[in-house]
């Protein structure tokens, strides 16, 4: 390959290049248009192609690929009632959520705990109160 000399800054480039690496000089001419541009043509609206519109209805939460459906049909079903427990009359059943459960077993562990707690506290003190004294 052959090199040419640039016309601006005399910098040696190589045929095969359209600009010059050091200036930024032209060496292919441009052709003048003859006749106006498509976009020209469309007197100056704007005009998406697919993928750029697809990416703007995205960005709206929308789909152009998502049909509208037809409304579910909901059928509710009827819970049932819980079972009363038999009490005399006049007395009211209180029934206890099983949210109130982990309550009860969190307390327990806790009470263990501070048990064992406790008895350890009262083994050190029994094994060092002499040594202390």
């Not at 960005?59 to 690929?65: E, H, K, Q, T």
Request: one cysteine or more; charged letters at 20%; proline letters at 7%.
């Amino acid at each position: 390959m052959g090199l040419k000399q640039c016309v601006k800054c005399n910098e040696m480039v190589d045929e095969a290049k359209a600009f010059c690496p050091g200036c930024g000089n032209s060496f292919v001419e441009e052709k003048a248009r003859e006749e106006a541009s498509g976009f020209d043509k469309l007197d100056s609206t704007v005009q998406f192609g697919q993928t750029m519109y697809n990416q703007m209805l995205s960005d709206m939460g929308l789909s152009s690929a998502k049909t509208p459906k037809a409304p579910e049909k909901r059928v509710e079903v009827p819970k049932p009632e819980p079972v009363a427990a038999v009490a005399p009359k006049g007395t009211e059943v209180k029934q206890n959520p099983s949210g109130n459960l982990k309550w009860f077993i969190l307390g327990g562990v806790l009470l263990v705990i501070i048990f064992i707690l406790i008895i350890a506290v009262a083994a050190v003190l029994w094994y060092f109160w002499p040594r202390i004294s």
